[in-house]
């Protein structure tokens, strides 16, 4: 008798509900099905991604904010080796990662900080070769969300390949989920992996 199988990833960012599918299905037989609760839009998208790049059939059905990703067993089992590299965006090696971790560039006037951070990113944009990573986090997000001056120049900059990465856990603490106007919402091992990989490191 075939077995189904359930993974509750809810509350569980990437790289982990990878890695529980990644387990789950090495133990599985084929013919048996499998089912993934998954709470976060990035991670089910990465998730879906992985699945389809390992000779799956995935069916993806969404209700309220929380996805069901369903699959059946093949009959070979795919190769499933670096989850992980699933959730992490381009490397950083060799390059410059620019960290906006405030609303404002430096410290003293408040106004004048969002001044220069705002001719900053206009001038940043400008530079050869452009950084390979902009991080935003804590009060940074702010730089990224609807309405901000510091929009454009973001979106000129991820218009020329740079990876713009926002903080997911700052995002859901200032309660600006559907506000983000440019970048990826992305979490705390992208962010690690991009510092980590960097070769000089721009902190506004």
């Known amino acids: 008798m ?14 982990q509900p990878l890695m529980l599918t990644k387990k789950a299905l090495e133990g599985m037989a084929e013919g048996e099905r499998l089912q993934v609760l998954i709470d976060n839009e990035l991670s089910c998208e990465n998730l879906m991604r ?7 059939t995935p069916e993806l059905s969404s209700t309220n904010g929380e996805h069901t990703i369903t ?21 950083s090696a060799g390059g410059t ?9 430096g410290s003293g006037s408040e106004e004048l900080g969002k001044i220069l951070l705002q001719a900053c990113l206009n001038t940043l944009k400008d530079i050869a070769p452009p950084p390979a990573a902009i991080l ?5 997000v702010f ?15 991820a218009r020329q390949g740079v990876s713009l990465l926002i ?5 859901d603490y200032f309660d600006l989920k559907n506000k983000i106007a440019v970048g990826t919402i992305s979490n705390m091992y992208d962010i690690l ?12």
Do not use: W
Request: glycine share 6%; proline share 7%.
């Open 2 to 15: 075939m077995k189904d199988h359930t993974i509750d990833a809810r509350g569980l960012r990437c790289p």
């Open 193 to 204: 992996q991009q510092l980590s990989s960097a070769n000089r490191i721009i902190t506004l």
């Open 167 to 171: 903080c997911g856990t700052c995002v």
């Open 97 to 105: 990662v620019v960290v906006i971790h405030n609303q404002g560039m």
């Open 71 to 91: 699959l059946t067993k093949a009959a070979v089992t795919p190769v499933l080796a670096d989850a992980a590299a699933y959730c992490s965006p381009p490397s």
């Open 143 to 157: 730089a990224a969300a609807e309405g901000a001056p510091t929009v454009p120049a973001l979106e000129e900059l």
């Open 50 to 56: 992985f699945l389809k790049d390992h000779g799956t």
């Open 136 to 140: 935003c986090y804590n009060a940074g």
